[in-house]
């Protein structure tokens, strides 16, 4: 209420308070002093003691009309008793600002480190603080620093203000005196109770809070643009649904896949969204499977106007908060692999066909070859032993070289034959003790390891393998350290030791030694070193059976030498424990390897 209105309303009062008296038409002190007192209560309410006194005073004077002029000094005490004693009381309550506090006030307008500015209705400028100066200089008028797309709305806070005594807080911009521009949130609040009264603007400086807000924001961006550009380039297409099966996001990826517009996709339903690709999917089927989130992965192929494509289809739902319900589908181009693996496939069968073809070839060559070499071996010793006396030494020495050559004949075809039988695909593979392989080298081999040091590790390994191939392995290089050793103490030592996934076997003798640049050549087929003579057995195949072994079980083989010491060959066979093969050929499991292999050990 404005100080006008509230003198108007003292006055009403004090207008009705005479005519009631003047209505009573008796008088008596009391009815006065109720009646007269009222507006006294409410001057010094309103204006305190010194509205109080002023107004008992009023009361006094219009009390004489009505009462005897002694009862008026008693009259007065009360008044100014009733007027002073409440005036007292909302002074004490509501002090009035005293110069001290008014300059602490003033001092802490002028230093405050917000924008302050003391303005009128019309938004004039009365006093601004040093910090406002700092900033917009010396402005008449605040329109001068707010930003002219915000005056509009200040204004319209200005407005509030001067009637309800206060606005804001709001967020608006204002221009400073160097053309920048400041965000600020700011208030105003009426110093006075008139509605022309002046207004304190105080603005706080948002900018560096603006700043910050800018870095988040372009941070935010910057990951984001990231991880989608991230996404985009990925081999995989990615289809991102809300829970209500509509479109979140989508990657290039998949856009390039079915032909798609992913702007158009985004925000609509799955099934309308990839409606367009529908027409490219060879089955129709599977657009159902794709558009409502098949739980288990499948093939599917696409046809759009720029490729043919296989692609795998998985869904994944989404476990974060924001879009639980959500699912995530992947769609990942197999295409090459699918290709790769169909030529695999069929050169896998040319290969099968190959081989298949290669060993009736050998088959065939060999059973004919063997025939006529057979019919060559017989004549040529029936020639010997019934037309022996007939026959000069020179003929003799003829027969016996033709016999020679086609022992040796046959003997080379043996190997060739051994050679293509290795790692043919009916060979089986079983646990073979290696303790009992060498049981049986020996027995075989009885009469040439008589004079031969022989020296076995206590305990031997078991490996899957084939049986026969491993007599064959350990027999071939056993047979050589006897033939190629020219020391009357023959002595062979085997061993052997783990080598990560791998047991590395050697079998070292103290024979002739190979020299260091035939040590790669003597593993190559039909390599000898020693002239070839009369020596049918060594035919140079050996070692080249023994590599083809090694090699098919994925091992290494080589030789380690010196000429007149010995050579110790070494090779390479997979550890069981370590092979995939032994539990997927169904000949064994690596759980009943490790039984039987600590069985053998105790
Ligand atoms: P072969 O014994 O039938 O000649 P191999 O392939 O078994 O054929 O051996 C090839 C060559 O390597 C042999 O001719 C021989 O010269 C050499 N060789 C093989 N084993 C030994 C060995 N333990 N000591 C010395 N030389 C060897």
């Not at 007192?37 to 008992?56: D, E, K, N, T």
């Not at 009637?163 to 005196?177: F, M, V, Y």
């Not at 339903?269 to 990839?274: G, I, Q, T």
């Not at 879009?323 to 693996?341: M, V």
């Amino acid at each position: 209420m404005s100080g006008l209105t509230r003198i108007i309303a003292i006055i009403v009062l004090y207008s009705v308070a005479i005519f009631f008296l003047l209505g009573l038409g008796y008088y008596r002190g009391i009815e006065v002093l109720a009646v007269l007192s009222i507006p006294v209560l409410l001057s010094s309410w309103f204006f305190g003691l010194l509205g109080g006194l002023l107004s008992g005073t009023a009361s006094l004077l219009c009390s004489a009309p009505f009462v005897p002029s002694k009862m008026l000094p008693l009259l007065g005490v009360c008044y100014f008793a009733v007027g002073g004693g409440l005036g007292l009381w909302h002074r004490l309550k509501h002090p009035p600002t005293t110069k001290k506090t008014k300059a602490a006030d003033h001092q802490f307008f002028k230093r405050s480190l917000n924008f302050a500015y003391v303005i009128d209705a019309e938004g004039q400028i009365i006093e601004g603080n040093d910090r406002a100066t700092e900033v917009f200089g010396s402005p008449r008028r605040v329109w001068e620093f707010i930003h002219p797309d915000d005056q509009a709305r200040f204004r319209e806070e200005l407005g509030r203000a001067a009637l309800r005594g206060e606005a804001g807080p709001i967020k608006l911009r204002t221009i400073s005196q160097r053309k920048e521009m400041i965000p600020v949130e700011l208030k105003l609040v009426r110093l006075e109770q008139n509605r022309l009264a002046r207004l304190a603007l105080e603005m706080r400086d948002l900018s560096a809070l603006a700043e910050l807000e800018n870095k988040v924001r372009e941070a935010q961006a910057r990951y984001r643009y990231l991880i989608e550009d991230a996404i985009d380039t990925l081999d995989t297409g990615i289809l991102l649904l809300d829970k209500d099966q509509r479109v979140i996001w989508a990657n290039r990826t998949l856009e390039r896949f079915f032909d798609l517009d992913r702007d158009e996709m985004i925000g609509r339903e799955v099934r309308r969204a990839l409606w367009r690709a529908k027409q490219a999917l060879a089955q129709p089927n599977d657009f159902e499977k794709i558009t409502t989130g098949s739980a288990e992965p499948f093939i599917f192929t696409v046809q759009t106007n720029h490729a043919e494509r296989i692609l795998e289809y998985r869904s994944l739902p989404v476990a974060t908060e924001r879009y639980k319900g959500g699912r995530i589908d992947h769609f990942i181009d197999i295409t090459e692999k699918k290709r790769l693996e169909q030529n695999l496939q069929e050169k896998t069968k040319r290969l099968e066909e190959k081989n298949h073809q290669l060993e009736e070839f050998t088959r065939v060559v060999s059973h004919d070859l063997k025939e006529p070499l057979r019919t060559i071996s017989a004549f040529s010793q029936y020639l010997l032993e019934d037309y022996y006396d007939k026959l000069d030494d020179e003929g003799k020495d003829y027969l016996n070289r033709i016999n020679r050559a086609s022992l040796r004949m046959q003997n080379l075809i043996d190997d060739l034959l051994r050679l293509s039988r290795i790692g043919a695909c009916h060979e089986t593979l079983e646990k073979v003790y290696l303790s009992e392989v060498f049981e049986h080298i020996k027995e075989d081999m009885k009469a040439r390891l008589e004079n031969v040091d022989l020296r076995l590790p206590k305990t031997m390994p078991i490996i899957i393998a084939n049986r026969t191939r491993m007599v064959e392995l350990f027999g071939n290089l056993i047979s050589n350290a006897i033939k190629y050793n020219d020391k009357p103490e023959k002595r062979i030592e085997i061993g052997w030791s783990q080598q990560g996934e791998f047991y590395r076997f050697y079998v070292r003798d103290n024979g002739i030694g190979i020299e260091e640049q035939y040590l790669d050549k003597i593993f190559e087929l039909f390599e000898r070193l020693n002239p070839r003579g009369d020596d049918y057995e060594s035919t140079g195949a050996g070692l080249t059976i023994c590599k083809r072994i090694v090699e098919e079980y994925g091992g290494r083989i080589w030789v380690e030498s010196k000429v007149g010491e010995g050579s110790t060959f070494y090779f390479t066979l997979p550890n069981p424990r370590f092979s995939q093969k032994l539990s997927s050929n169904g000949t064994s499991t690596i759980r009943e390897f490790e039984v039987s292999y600590a069985q053998q050990k105790t």
